[in-house]
Nanobody
Framework: QVQLVESGGGSVQPGGSLRLSCAASGMAFRSYGMGWYRQAPGKQRELVAGITSGGSTNYADSVKGRFTISRDNAKSTVYLQMNSLEPEDTAVYYC?????????WGQGTQVTVSS
């Protein structure tokens, strides 16, 4: 079955960096679009960044210039490099894989930005 396993979350001070990873298995990874979403307490889940199977990327306005999404098809892994982190970035971050009407979710990883 399809599995998405996130890692790399943690606690960091404002201005710091983290890199999230999402390792996929049980799927033809290179055929899927991939995305990172986040959900803060009391808020709806929102798209942070996405990357298509062809490598095109898109970002939420709030993270443009600070976050970078990338993928390594050979490793079936998608990454989210997060720089200049702000307290507002605190949330559970989820990995998503999608193709046509099908999508899968990881279990989430907590990112906390606090001084």
């Amino acid at each position: 079955q399809v599995q998405l396993v996130e890692s790399g979350g943690g606690s960091v001070q404002p201005g710091g960096s983290l890199r999230l990873s999402c390792a996929a298995s049980g799927m033809a990874f290179r055929s899927y679009g991939m995305g990172w979403y986040r959900q803060a307490p009391g808020k709806q889940r929102e798209l942070v960044a996405g990357i298509t199977s062809g490598g095109s990327t898109n970002y939420a306005d709030s993270v443009k210039g600070r976050f970078t999404i990338s993928r390594d098809n050979a490793k079936s892994t998608v990454y989210l490099q997060m720089n200049s982190l702000e307290p507002e970035d605190t949330a559970v971050y989820y990995c998503n894989a999608y193709i046509r009407t099908i999508d899968y979710w990881g279990q989430g990883t907590q990112v906390t930005v606090s001084s």
